[in-house]
């Protein structure tokens, strides 16, 4: 990923995390004489990205980066549709855990991973651009703040 604004680093870094569970996810399937022993792990690693940084990336992204950008920036039809990926991404966490088939596990690594790039791509490339200076380091402090009180919950 490009370098990115020090406010957005944080927020990138567990994005990094996401891919590289999507990328494992992908390059798993077609190892069929082993695919009952991934599958679990996959589960497994599933839940714990979800637990240890998604859930609480998520509610740092709605509550705090979502709504600074949109006051700064007005209304971006772009974090509503992020929004939605975060809504089908619970959903996708919850049906690996249900039923941790290998299609919901493509399911989820797909969207994830398009939905990742999505942000580092078009979002955070909006937030370089058109963000305030001295707005969008103020807002760094408060994500990396929020992210440590999210991201603790567990």
Not at 72 to 91: F, M, N, S
Request: proline share 3%; aromatic share 6%.
């Amino acid at each position: 990923m490009a370098r990115r604004h020090n406010s957005l680093i944080p927020l990138s870094h567990q994005h990094q995390h996401a891919l590289a569970l999507a990328v494992i996810i992908r390059r798993k399937f077609g190892l069929k004489e082993t695919e009952s022993i991934w599958r679990q792990e996959m589960v497994l690693k599933v839940q714990k990205l979800y637990a240890r940084e998604l859930r609480g990336h998520f509610e740092v992204e709605e509550e705090v980066l979502f709504p600074c950008m949109q006051l700064y920036l007005g209304k971006l039809p772009l974090v509503d549709e992020l929004v939605r990926d975060h809504v089908a991404i619970r959903g996708l966490v919850r049906g690996v855990e249900a039923m941790p088939s290998r299609e919901a596990l493509s399911e989820f690594g797909l969207v994830l991973e398009a939905h990742v790039r999505k942000e580092e791509r078009k979002l955070f490339r909006e937030f370089e651009k058109r963000m305030p200076a001295d707005e969008a380091a103020r807002l760094g402090g408060e994500i990396s703040a929020a992210l440590n009180r999210a991201c603790a919950k567990l």
